[in-house]
């Protein structure tokens, strides 16, 4: 089994900083692609970044240039650094991870989630 866990979230005023951090840990045997996902009140998941094992990034076009994905792999982590927010950054922010793990002498890819956490950008 693999879990992610998430943490950084919380309350931050309009034009301040925040950083997301998500740790992969279980039966990994390799990480793909990692990426952010985010779900505001009454709104669908979107994409946020995404980041691949080689370090080629993508972005929302909402957060381009304020919002900054990278990955650890030694330590099976991703961060996102999240600049010059705005309320309409505020939502439960959720990290992927594409993982294949290696069990009982076999290959398994599965994407798994975490738990989700808060980032509310407000005055």
């Known amino acids: 089994q693999v879990q992610l866990v998430e943490s950084g979230g919380g309350l931050e005023q309009p034009g301040g900083s925040l950083r997301l951090s998500c740790a992969a840990s279980g039966s990994i045997f390799s990480i793909n692609a990692m990426g952010w996902y985010r779900q505001a009140p009454g709104k669908q998941r979107e994409l946020v970044a995404h980041?691949?094992?080689?370090?080629?990034?993508n972005y929302a076009d909402s957060v381009k240039g304020r919002f900054t994905i990278s990955r650890d792999n030694a330590k099976n982590t991703v961060y996102l650094q999240m600049n010059s927010l705005k309320p309409e950054d505020t939502a439960v922010y959720y990290c992927?991870?594409?993982?294949?793990?290696?069990?009982?002498?076999?290959?398994?890819?599965?994407?798994?989630w975490g738990q989700g956490t808060q980032v509310t950008v407000s005055s």
């Open positions: 980041i691949l094992s080689g370090g080629l990034t």
């Open positions: 992927n991870a594409d993982i294949d793990e290696k069990r009982n002498g076999l290959f398994y890819r599965r994407a798994y």
